[in-house]
């Protein structure tokens, strides 16, 4: 059996052995299961596909195999946004500040990565790890002036995905959903056109796609994709770097199986090690740390191999 067969039965029984036990484990009582345990399951499952299928847009458009939200400075953007948001008491209106944070990263580092004219793909990169320090300063300098809120500002930091949704904020939350729901299927009509722009501007260009249009189209509706994400599950790394490559040595080709292949993945992935967080020790760690520490060893082989 080829690995294109394989690869969708072993995430498919990996991804409902994980949300049983992620629903079910420890016997709960219905309350549990719908109030606390499937909202967390959603924002998870929700959190993982975004991260994983703007990493793969990220690396084919981009033409890099390190490019993903966190690199390039939009994750840290949108969550100085929303934490800003967050201390000034408008917790509602984070997913708001959120979008606006990674709007304006994007702007700053699309204006950095342009020159004399044209788009330079390493320019954004350095442009990227640039804004990711000047907003992770930013952060620092409100949990210095803000130190009531310091738990507001590590679960972000940090990734928290055990958000508690009050009944205003969970309705709120689900419209967002629905919104970011449409946003992913229109990634997904883009992906013979990104398959396309890898071959080359130029070439892009005379089968008539109009590069620099599709390039800010995509980066507008996957910032909004990470700022929603980001005020609500907080800054979780790798995700974005390590899913598509995983997909990538199952399906070697075609953007559309990749990009919906890392959406189950990064799902089931995030899944996975929220999982490990929880009862990895006496108390909860932050799903943050568990994806670092299998994302930094993968990001220092892929380094190191391409």
Not at 61 to 88: C, D, R
Not at 93 to 110: E, H
Request: glycine content about 12%; charged content about 10%; proline content about 4%.
């Amino acid at each position: 059996m080829s690995r294109r067969l394989i690869y969708p039965l072993i995430i498919l029984a990996l991804g409902g052995a994980v949300v049983a036990v992620y629903l079910f484990s420890g016997s709960p009582d219905a309350n549990v299961i719908v109030n606390i345990r499937l909202p967390r399951l959603i924002l998870t499952l929700y959190t993982g596909m975004v991260l994983a299928a703007v990493g793969s847009v990220y690396q084919l458009m981009l033409a890099n195999p390190l490019a993903e939200p966190y690199i390039l400075g939009v994750s840290s953007g949108s969550a100085f946004g929303a934490i800003f948001t967050g201390v000034l008491g408008l917790t509602l209106l984070m997913p708001v500040g959120g979008f606006l944070g990674a709007g304006i990263t994007l702007l700053v580092v699309w204006s950095l990565a342009r020159r004399k004219g044209s788009f330079d793909r390493s320019r954004l990169l350095i442009a990227g790890v640039i804004a990711g320090m000047f907003f992770s300063a930013g952060i620092s300098l409100l949990m210095y002036l803000f130190q009531k809120d310091s738990m507001v500002i590590l679960g972000t930091l940090m990734g928290n995905l055990g958000h508690v949704f009050t009944f205003r904020e969970w309705n709120f939350f689900l419209g967002l959903l629905a919104i970011s729901l449409l946003l992913m299927i229109w990634l997904y009509f883009k992906s013979t056109a990104l398959d396309i722009l890898s071959g080359g501007d130029i070439y892009a260009g005379s089968v008539g796609i109009d590069v620099p249009a599709l390039r800010k189209k995509i980066f507008i509706v996957s910032s909004l994709l990470i700022g929603i994400t980001v005020s609500y599950a907080g800054i979780i790394g790798f995700v974005g770097l390590i899913i598509p490559h995983i997909v990538r040595f199952f399906i070697p080709s075609g953007q559309k199986r990749i990009y919906l292949y890392s959406l189950l993945s990064g799902g089931v992935f995030l899944l996975l090690c929220d999982l490990i967080a929880k009862n990895i020790a006496v108390i909860e760690l932050p799903v943050g740390v568990i994806t670092a520490a299998v994302g930094c060893p993968f990001f220092m082989w892929l380094m190191l191999r391409k």
